[in-house]
Each structure stands twice: as structure tokens, then as C-alpha cells.
């Protein structure tokens, strides 16, 4: 499933008021943060991560990492923190988020 515009902007417009829930510090991508990083975006299904990394290459190297092992969607990043989505197809229809047709 890709985002198009209008729905990254739907979700844009959600990400906002969140706080980060996922905070990735010089420690990098432990088996733990992997482990709550999963569980959140399980429950969540949209999150905003911060990674506070020495540099930007390390930084987009761990948002991307994030993005492929759990298949989530990098909908933003400002900075050092990015706002990614992934639809939790097993929660019940009325329980998730639902996203602007495209």
C-alpha cells in the first residue's frame, strides 16, 4: 500500500498534536526498542519516533531501517523526528484509522 498526497496530508494533520512515543538515542536500535517500537505502531498505527543520533546519515539510516522491518509508511520527518504509519489490519474495521480514498 502506498500513501498518496492526500492521505499523507490527512495523516500530517493527525501527527500533529502527537508527541513522540518512540525515542532512539546513541544506544541506536536495540532488540527492546525494536520490540516496543512494534507493539506501539501495533496499537497506535500512526506514531511520531525521535532519533537523537550524532549525525543525519545515521538518522535516516535507523528511520529507514524502522520503516523496512515493520512496514511502516514514512509519512514526515522534521528534524529529528518522523511521523510513520502502518494499518493494523487486525483490529476491528471501526477501531482503525481510516484513510481518505485515493
Do not use: W, Y
Not at 532488540?31 to 498505527?45: I, K, Y
Not at 538518522?59 to 520503516?67: A, H, K, S, V, Y
Not at 502502518?86 to 481518505?100: I, S, V, W
Amino acid at each position: 500500500m502506498n500513501l498518496n498526497e492526500q492521505q499523507k496530508k490527512f495523516l500530517r494533520g493527525l501527527g500533529h498534536q502527537r508527541k513522540p512515543l518512540i525515542m532512539v538515542g546513541e544506544a541506536g536500535l536495540t532488540e527492546s526498542l525494536l520490540a516496543e517500537f512494534e507493539s506501539t505502531l501495533a496499537h497506535h498505527e500512526l506514531i511520531k519516533v525521535r532519533v537523537r543520533v550524532g549525525d543525519r546519515d545515521t538518522r535516516d539510516e535507523i528511520i529507514r531501517t524502522l520503516c523496512d522491518t515493520s512496514g511502516a509508511h514514512l509519512v514526515q520527518r522534521i528534524g529529528n523526528v518522523a511521523l510513520l504509519f502502518r494499518q493494523n489490519l487486525k483490529k476491528k474495521p471501526d477501531k482503525r484509522l481510516r484513510l481518505p480514498a485515493g
